[in-house]
């Protein structure tokens, strides 16, 4: 991952910076733009939400951002790595390093413990040691004392929540939540967000959002709206 | 953190791992079996040659070591080798089968007991009659006999005359001259081999010599001991054969059941493999799960093997003593192991890169 960009400063410089970001999928014959030409600045520290109807592009860029795809055309940075130029390896290495996932049907690993589902990305991350404060994030979380229950075992909010601190284990530049809570009633919902946000303001950690719920999206310093796959800050 | 991943995957789905370990379990018992049960028959016989009390062997010239056929020898080089300076005794064996792997042996049971040295009787006496059966002990408890029963074989009614310990000669012993009318070897008399004893058991190599010499071209003579030592399954090519066949069908076996268990799983877990590679797991790692769990289900199946092949042989032990002779083959442990651990790979490879292959989005999309 040396695609860094050239004369840049890691400190002030967008943590996410996006520029005329297409993203065609071909089906069968068929062409689908999925995004036509996006453009997106996020600066570090930033919980940004991005929200928009289906089909709006909003997953496609999230995949995208989180390296889960590679880019038709345009500039993509994160953390400074230029998108563009990475090999699948490269990617799934962003993945491990500088990318935290959280997604709406949580994801976590069936057979495996709160806890070792904490335990293995960051064995998958190759981090020696978890951040200073993850002890605060467990407790930020309240999931302390469930970490030893399976996944079957634990509510949408605590597997959500679980799922977020599974994300922060690698500390990474950025956390990805893809609609974190659209498997959640309105009291977990909040619970997720307010967590969210409380993250953000006392970690630094810059969130990127994807959601179709204004009310959630309204947790966020900024909400940016993404409409037949172009983005309108 | 990855190897408890694979335990917990495969506790996850216990049946399942029950049955692909217990499949390829049986198939390390087959070779296992196979194995025990050929070194078992073979290490009976020697013993039985050795128990008999020759020193050498004269058989028709025309047969290997191992053969089934009988009769091909004239009884009259019985008394020619009789004269031939150092024999103390030389006694005619016709053998006969009468069951798959089972047959009875014929001798003039005075002459046999001067060169032996007499059977060990547990219960009745020599034959008193030509109709009069001698078996060993494994025998009788296998087929539930007791002295004076009638006993049918070869569509000959014989009366049991005694139960001798076993280890000498055959199972089944008769009188040479009604064995020898019953299998149409009466005229002349022909008998299948001449056990030859010596006066100086030290001069056993020399009178090989000697005999291979004199007797070119009808008879071919072997010291018992080198006799024993070819009662080996190298020794033996349709066998060898046969472990080949068992072998290929173990492993053609263990890759099919864990190919079809990694398959199940690989569908069955899209999502989660899809959750790994968005953690940031790289193909090789997945494949390497995938790996790891088929290496899991031959090192058990490997170990229940070796736990069914000892339950068989107490159960074959018990049911069929004087039928099959089972030892136990611990040498034959890795090679079993490997084998299952062969097709346990074998099985992995297609389902693992498919796992490996899989696209994240489209894998975390999966209902």
Same mark, same amino acid.
């Given at each position: ?43 570090? /520290? ?6 928009? !109807? ?11 951002? /989180?390296?889960?795809? !590679?880019?038709? /055309? ?65 407790? &930020?979380? /309240? ?10 075992? &634990? ?24 609609? !974190?809570?659209?498997? &959640? ?28 719920? !204004? ?19 | #953190? ?9 506790? =996850? ?19 296992? #079996? ?26 028709? *010239? ?57 059977? =060990? ?10 109709? *009069? ?5 494994? +025998? ?5 006999? =007791? ?51 010596? *006066? ?9 010599? =000697?005999?291979?010499? @004199? ?10 001991? *080198? ?32 190919? @079809? ?34 290496? @899991? ?12 092949? +000892? ?8 049911? #069929? ?28 490879? +297609? ?14 999309? +999966?209902?």
């Amino acid at each position: 991952m040396s695609s860094a960009v050239p004369n840049t400063n890691p400190q002030t410089d967008p943590i996410i910076l996006v520029r005329g970001l297409t993203k065609t999928y071909h089906v069968g014959d068929v062409d689908v733009h999925a995004l036509r030409g996006v453009d997106l600045n996020v600066q570090r /520290g930033e919980f940004l939400s991005v929200i928009g !109807p289906s089909g709006s592009g909003k997953s496609t860029l999230f995949h995208i951002l /989180g390296g889960l795809a !590679p880019p038709s /055309g345009g500039e993509v940075f994160i953390d400074g790595v230029d998108l563009r130029k990475l090999t699948e390896n490269q990617r799934t290495e962003l993945r491990q390093r500088k990318i935290g996932f959280v997604f709406q049907k949580y994801n976590l690993l069936p057979t495996l413990t709160a806890r070792d589902n904490i335990a293995l990305a960051q064995a998958l991350g190759h981090a020696d040691s978890r951040p200073s404060n993850f002890d605060e994030i467990l407790q &930020l979380l /309240g999931i302390k004392h469930r970490l030893d229950h399976k996944p079957r075992a &634990l509510s949408g909010g605590e597997q959500q929540r679980v799922a977020i601190a599974r994300a922060l284990v690698n500390q990474p530049a950025i956390l990805l939540a893809d609609e !974190p809570t659209g498997n &959640l009633d309105t009291e977990n919902s909040n619970a997720v967000l307010g967590i969210l946000r409380d993250l953000n303001k006392r970690t630094g950690q810059t969130i990127l959002m994807i959601t179709h719920n !204004p009310e959630a999206a309204a947790f966020a310093d900024r909400t940016v709206t993404m409409r037949d796959g172009k983005c309108c800050d | #953190m990855i190897n408890k991943l694979v335990i917990e995957n495969l506790k =996850h789905r216990w049946v399942r791992t029950l049955l692909a370990a217990l499949v390829v379990g049986v198939q390390v018992m087959s070779i296992l #079996m196979l194995i025990g049960l050929s070194r078992g028959l073979l290490q009976e016989s020697a013993q039985r040659a050795r128990g008999s009390g020759a020193d050498i062997f004269l058989k028709p *010239d025309t047969q290997g070591t191992f053969s089934f056929s009988s009769g091909q020898l004239n009884q009259a080089f019985v008394p020619f080798v009789r004269k031939q300076p150092h024999v103390a005794q030389a006694v005619g064996v016709l053998s006969a089968n009468v069951k798959l792997i089972t047959t009875i042996n014929g001798v003039d049971f005075p002459e046999f007991e001067k060169l032996s040295g007499g059977f =060990h009787f547990q219960g009745g006496g020599p034959p008193s009659g030509p109709n *009069d059966l001698v078996v060993d002990a494994a +025998y009788a408890r296998e087929n539930g006999l =007791h002295v004076g029963q009638t006993v049918m074989l070869l569509n000959h009614a014989w009366r049991l005359s005694g139960i001798v310990e076993g280890g000498v000669l055959g199972r089944l012993v008769v009188p040479l001259t009604t064995l020898q009318q019953l299998t149409g070897n009466a005229t002349p008399p022909r008998i299948s081999e001449i056990l030859v004893k010596l *006066d100086n058991p030290s001069l056993t190599s020399e009178e090989v010599t =000697h005999f291979n010499e @004199l007797l070119k071209g009808n008879l071919q003579a072997i010291s018992v001991g *080198d006799f024993v030592a070819q009662f080996s399954v190298n020794n033996i090519p349709a066998l060898q054969a046969f472990i080949a066949v068992i072998t290929i069908m173990a492993v053609v076996v263990g890759f099919l059941v864990v190919f @079809l268990s990694m398959y199940t799983a690989v569908v069955e877990r899209t999502r989660e493999i899809g959750i790994l590679k968005a953690l940031g797991a790289k193909p090789a790692t997945v494949l390497d799960i995938l790996v790891r769990e088929a290496v @899991l289900l031959a090192v058990a199946g490997c170990v229940l093997g070796i736990g069914l092949s +000892y339950a068989a042989r107490v159960l074959i032990t018990a049911w #069929m003593p004087a039928s099959l002779a089972v030892i136990n083959t611990p040498d034959w442990w890795p090679k079993a192991g490997a084998i299952a651990l062969a097709g346990a790979l074998l099985g992995a490879i +297609y389902p693992g890169l498919k796992a490996a292959r899989q696209d994240a989005i489209e894998a975390l999309a +999966y209902e």
